[in-house]
């Protein structure tokens, strides 16, 4: 315990050491757009020279570059992600306004995929080279190839304005309202998940129902049904949560198309807003937001691969002689 302890506390310096780098070229790659953050503070009226240094002074943006980012990134480690231009609000307050409905829908989008890849790509390798394989190999391209845009306006135009089964803008006022204001977006979100997963588990699934120890249990007349579900498809699930963890963290920059296409209002949104007004606090806040999901994602996965794999499991909890994470187990 001891041994992954360490292990753990050493990823977490990591991923703040990365963070910091990351927050400093988000940073300065902002401030490299042609934009006056002045016009965006003031909505583009005309303000005299005193008024335009006074803001200059407030917003600290008549310090040197170097001096802005560590009078940011202090705040910033204090929890204070300063004021937005536009809004004239706190950037952690509206985070927190926005925030629940983008990790509803990026939530649910996980679920939909996990619920829809597994199976098909299990279905597909029980079924392999069937008219079903086909069938659902043919879904999967179709999936990974559409942007998922071209994915939302089209189930939009179906389920929404022929159907009328889903609304076709908005959020609920409560959770339970948002999980019939969602499904529709979360689905649409979720299609390029389900093709990388579902292709990933069928090839990972064939390849294991092939392996000597399947067919050793097959030899000792294990149910087929046991052989799949125990033993093949936990080998199979390791590479799988790998890409859901990478997959899950993209999703949040797709919501920003889905958001904008249902008008949901999330944090997508938001962004979008920040860019386009130049709103350097609101856009450089929710970039290293994002960063910093993505790497506490796969932190987490780190931990999960843990509980799931018996090899890494012992390497973690120095059962091992070794630190580094071990291949998936292939015994039954």
Not at 23 to 42: E, K, M, Q, W, Y
Not at 104 to 109: A, C, D, K
Not at 296 to 325: C, E, F, H, Q, W
């Amino acid at each position: 315990m001891s041994f992954f302890i360490r292990y753990m506390v050493k990823r977490l310096v990591s991923l703040i050491l990365i963070l910091l780098v990351v927050s400093g070229a988000i940073f300065f790659l902002i401030r490299l757009t042609p934009s006056d953050p002045i016009a965006s503070i003031t909505n583009g009226r005309r303000i005299s020279d005193e008024t335009q240094a006074s803001l200059r002074a407030q917003y600290y943006l008549d310090q040197s570059l170097p001096r802005q980012y560590l009078i940011w990134i202090s705040h910033t480690l204090r929890g204070d992600l300063g004021d937005s231009f536009r809004h004239r609000q706190p950037v952690a307050f509206l985070l927190a306004s926005r925030l629940p409905t983008t990790i509803q829908l990026v939530l649910m989008s996980a679920v939909f995929a996990l619920a829809l890849a597994i199976p098909g790509g299990v279905i597909g390798a029980i079924k392999k080279d069937s008219i079903l394989d086909r069938v659902l190999s043919a879904f999967m391209i179709f999936c990974v190839s559409s942007p998922v845009f071209l994915n939302a306006m089209v189930l939009m135009l179906i389920f929404s304005l022929r159907l009328r089964w889903f609304p076709a803008y908005g959020a609920g006022h409560s959770f339970g309202e948002n999980l019939y204001y969602l499904a529709l977006p979360a689905f649409a979100l979720s299609l390029n998940m389900v093709a990388l997963m579902g292709r990933i588990t069928r090839d990972r699934m064939i390849g294991e129902l092939k392996s000597n120890y399947a067919l050793a249990l097959t030899a000792k007349g294990t149910p087929f049904t046991r052989i799949v579900v125990s033993h093949c498809l936990k080998n199979t699930l390791i590479p799988v949560i790998t890409v859901a963890g990478i997959q899950i963290g993209t999703m949040v920059v797709g919501a920003v198309l889905v958001e904008n296409v249902f008008a949901l209002g999330g944090i997508g949104a938001l962004l979008i807003e920040g860019i386009q007004g130049s709103d350097y606090p609101l856009v450089q806040s929710i970039m290293l937001f994002l960063v910093a999901l993505f790497l506490v994602l796969n932190l987490l996965i780190d931990m999960v691969y843990v509980l799931i794999d018996p090899r890494i499991r012992a390497a973690a909890l120095g059962k091992s002689g070794t630190g580094g994470a071990a291949g998936p187990g292939k015994g039954p």
